[in-house]
């Protein structure tokens, strides 16, 4: 059983930044893709970016390409996403997940991912 804590959410202004991470715990995330999801009040959760297994490849969402790089590091168990130029819009509780039910491709983003294991969120609010 894989178990996800995210961290480092918070309050920022617009234009600022912020890294979430997501440790594993249980299984260790070695040997399984990784994505971090948001959802935001009202709305549909949506795949924000995903990383393969040793981190060659990340995808992003139109809405975050250019701001929010993905990283993993496998001997710490634990992705990050780093989130530069934040804007009012990504305000939203973010997920990390794992045991991705689609392949973490360029394409990821768009097929409205999901997966078999969540952490429990951590809230992002940007304000004006």
């Known amino acids: 059983q894989v178990q996800l804590v995210e961290s480092g959410g918070g309050l920022v202004q617009a234009g600022g930044s912020l890294r979430l991470s997501c440790t594993a715990s249980g299984t260790p995330f070695g040997g399984r893709a990784v994505g971090w999801f948001r959802q935001a009040p009202g709305m549909e959760r949506e795949g924000v970016s995903c990383i393969t297994v040793y981190g060659t490849r990340t995808s992003y969402a139109d809405s975050v390409k250019g701001r929010f790089t993905m990283s993993r590091d496998n001997a710490k168990n634990t992705v990050y996403l780093q989130m530069n130029s934040l804007k009012p819009e990504d305000t939203a509780t973010y997920y990390c997940?794992?045991?991705?039910?689609?392949?973490?491709?360029?394409?990821?983003?768009?097929?409205?991912?999901?997966?078999?294991?969540w952490g429990q969120g951590t809230q992002v609010t940007v304000s004006t």
């Open positions: 997940a794992t045991g991705l039910l689609e392949v973490c491709s360029d394409s990821w983003p768009n097929r409205r991912p999901g997966a078999n294991y």
